[in-house]
């Protein structure tokens, strides 16, 4: 595995230096890497998507742990060396690795079998938006470890009711129960970073079975977290179209008018969407 002098040693060489609006902060510590391969759980079958691999730590201590290893990297200077650097420490190993120079967050296509297991250290401007959509791109992702800030895992985590129960918690709630999986102390990285990290642990299940499309659904989380001191009756007014008909939405549904966002499963905000499409299609005994 790489340590910090071997890290240093190739980023020296290639004129790297951690770009912060990437969220470059890169493991260093091997004693992390092989935590996290360990919480991860994986088979000899899995294929893992690493999103972010930087220098290869993580992706080193992957490869001998799944069948294939498909790291997605947005830096065009790294994403060209990582194949050489597995070559020079694991030679073994690198008909594992199959490295794709994009944006994780755009990517809708992957070469090969399906990824079936989600390991990364995610940059934390953007930790969020990856795994939901990956999540959404890649059905084949039956669970994942991912390394985020640790405010981020706190709010991936969260249960309804929680002060920091918002919308991170009820979109990936949508595709997966999550856990928090241990913390990860600053002085892992180089560079080192501000904040603290944390582990988050997920597996898929399906979604609420009410008959709601996600981008339904996820357009009611969006409206109700807007606004997350009002009730939902005022935070769904503008979605709903007057505040009036919010409450009935609500009362439809099953659910409080007087209610906040924070108090709500993602089953509820499912029958919310399932009642506003009732709404606009006409209700139930109603003329059209």
């Known amino acids: 595995m790489l340590g910090p002098a071997a890290v240093r040693e190739i980023a020296a060489r290639l004129d790297v230096r951690p770009a912060k609006r990437l969220g470059q902060n ?3 510590d091997p004693g992390t890497v ?3 391969v360990a919480l991860a759980g994986l088979s000899p079958e899995d294929v893992v998507l690493e999103v972010g691999p930087g220098f290869g730590s993580l992706t080193l201590g992957l490869l001998p742990a799944a069948r294939r290893v498909i790291a997605v990297e947005v830096d065009d200077i790294l994403a060209a060396e990582l194949p050489r650097t597995v070559a020079d ?3 073994g190993l690198g008909p594992r690795l199959e490295v794709i120079n994009a944006d994780a967050a755009r990517v809708t296509s992957l070469p090969g079998d399906p990824p079936s297991a989600l390991v990364a250290n995610l940059p934390y401007n953007v930790a969020v938006p990856v795994v939901l959509h990956l999540l959404g791109t890649f059905g ?11 405010e981020v895992a706190d709010r991936m985590t969260a249960a309804p009711g929680s002060r920091v129960y918002g919308v991170p ?8 129960s999550a856990r928090r999986a241990g913390a990860v102390p600053r002085t892992v990285f180089w560079p080192v970073p501000n904040v603290d990290s944390g582990l988050v642990a997920f597996s898929r299940r399906p979604p609420p079975d009410t008959g709601a499309g996600r981008e339904e659904v996820f357009a009611v989380v969006d409206a109700a977290f807007s606004q997350r001191r009002k009730t939902l009756r005022a935070a769904l007014a503008r979605w709903a179209g007057g505040a009036d008909q919010a409450e009935r939405i609500l009362r439809a549904a099953g659910v409080d008018p007087g209610a906040r966002g924070e108090s709500l499963t993602v089953a509820d905000f499912a029958r919310i969407a399932v009642a506003q499409g009732d709404a606009a299609a006409g209700w139930p005994g109603e003329s059209r």
């Open 26 to 28: 890169f493991v260093i």
């Open 34 to 36: 092989r935590r996290i």
């Open 89 to 91: 420490v694991a030679p």
């Open 140 to 150: 084949s992702l039956a669970r994942g470890l991912v390394m985020v800030q640790a």
């Open 169 to 176: 918690s009820v979109k990936l709630a949508w595709f997966a």
